[in-house]
């Protein structure tokens, strides 16, 4: 699967991000790249909201990984929600233990090209640029490239079309 969509604002990428949560199942590893103000943890936002975790899905940034449980104790996966950005090195993404969780929650890892892809042969990789030759704002809304390609058999024979993106996921 290699899709592209063109999402305008932070509601767009949000809802982008719920409406991919419903293709979503325990063990599912996304590695989210674009730079900083791309959108990455507004786009995890709408994965959390869709997955109906609990708590309020921020940056990890300073405390690199955080886990929601889903609310009310409900069936389905929880979201362990990484930021690598300060990690230097696969190891040191192993330090987290991440692949504890790996099977009974769906795992995003912010900044993760490069060090996240040992943690699955299966994985969603999405990438976030700027649409225009503009470049970033960090202040207010900018159009924004969202490409997500699958990698791996979960995800091989899933096709949609750029129309079907924002409809099916």
């Known amino acids: 699967m290699n899709e592209e969509v063109t999402v305008a604002t932070g509601d767009e990428m949000r809802d982008l991000g719920r ?56 069936s389905g996966p929880a979201l362990v929600h990484v930021d690598a950005y300060r990690l230097g090195s696969v190891l040191e993404l192993d330090d987290l233990d991440l692949d504890a969780d790996t099977d009974t929650a769906v795992t995003v890892v912010e900044w993760g090209e490069g060090l996240a892809e040992g943690l699955a042969e299966d994985r969603l990789e999405v990438t976030i640029t700027p649409a225009d030759d503009a470049g970033w704002s960090l202040e207010g809304d900018r159009p924004r490239t969202v490409r997500i390609s699958g990698v791996g058999t979960r995800w091989q024979d899933i096709q949609l079309t750029r129309t079907d993106v924002i409809d099916r996921l």
């Open 19 to 74: 409406r991919l949560a419903a293709r979503l199942r325990a063990g599912d590893l996304i590695i989210l790249n674009g730079p900083l103000g791309a959108g990455k943890t507004t786009l995890t936002q709408g994965i959390g909201e869709g997955l109906s975790v609990r708590g309020r899905v921020t940056s990890p940034t300073f405390v690199i990984s955080r886990v929601h449980p889903r609310a009310g104790g409900g």
